[in-house]
């Protein structure tokens, strides 16, 4: 696997660490901001998980559920900046890194679907 996805979805990780503690310490929001950093944490859990699949299906399941907690990850951050949690630049900014993931994702299980098919 291409190592683009671990290091943008520990990059992310820790860019969702820093927002969890910015929105407990600065905006004192602690319900939603737990949400956000169990799941915007867990992309990258998966990921490496996937690395030591048992099989090509338990690869791709692991990929899936990175998959599942990057699309959770965005509506935790549009439901934050829809609240006035994070502000149009914070959210932007995480928004599009979010994105990038998902969209990384959805190629490499593409990717992995189609050379099923092809053998």
């Known amino acids: ?50 690395r030591n699949a048992q099989s090509r299906s338990d690869f791709t399941s692991k ?9 959770e990850t965005a509506y935790w951050l549009d439901l934050l900046h829809s609240s006035d949690y994070l502000d149009d630049n914070l959210f932007n900014s995480l928004n599009n890194d979010c994105q990038e993931l998902i969209s990384i994702l959805i190629s490499i299980i593409k990717s992995l679907k189609n050379s099923k098919t092809e053998n």
Request: charged residues 25%.
């Open 1 to 50: 696997m291409d190592n683009t996805i671990l290091l943008k979805s520990k990059n992310f990780a820790v860019r969702i660490i820093k927002c969890y503690k910015y929105l407990n310490d600065q905006k004192h929001e602690h319900i939603l901001s737990k949400q956000l950093i169990r799941c915007g944490t867990s992309i990258g859990a998966n990921a490496i998980e996937s």
């Open 63 to 71: 990929l899936n559920i990175a998959l599942k907690e990057a699309d």
